[in-house]
Nanobody, 122 residues
Framework: QAQLVESGGGSVQAGGSLRLSCAAS????????MSWFRQAPGKEREFVAG????????SYADSVKGRFTISKDNPKNTVYLQMNSLKPEDTAVYYC???????????????WGQGTQVTVSS
């Protein structure tokens, strides 16, 4: 049974918006910090945004600051990534991940979703 399930990806034009969702199991949502990563073809997986269990700790990659917002809905065990002012360089597969503590290194994360494709056309 998948413990992290992403949804909400799609194709948009530059300047558009998308909201990604990551539904987590109760155990993971209540135990781990949650983050979003992305991976474009031929590139390494990179940190996008992270949120602590309490929701008080939030971190963003410089490339998305001011455009993306991470949030969480505790009753739904779901983490969101609101993406505004999208650019072609945001095109990637976006992954939800869970770790014991927030980090910007992919190898710090214990659980991963299957990924959802985001394509931004110019």
């Amino acid at each position: 049974q998948a413990q992290l399930v992403e949804s909400g990806g799609g194709s948009v034009q530059a300047g558009g918006s998308l909201r990604l969702s990551c539904a987590a199991s109760v155990r993971i949502f209540s135990t781990y910090e949650m983050s979003w990563f992305r991976q474009a073809p031929g590139k390494e997986r990179e940190f996008v945004a992270g949120i602590s269990r309490s929701g008080s700790g939030i971190s963003y990659a410089d490339s998305v600051k001011g455009r993306f917002t991470i949030s969480k809905d505790n009753p739904k065990n779901t983490v969101y990534l609101q993406m505004n002012s999208l650019k072609p360089e945001d095109t990637a597969v976006y992954y939800c991940a869970a770790a014991p503590s927030l980090a910007d290194r992919a190898n710090a994360y214990r659980y991963w979703g299957q990924g959802t494709q985001v394509t931004v056309s110019s």
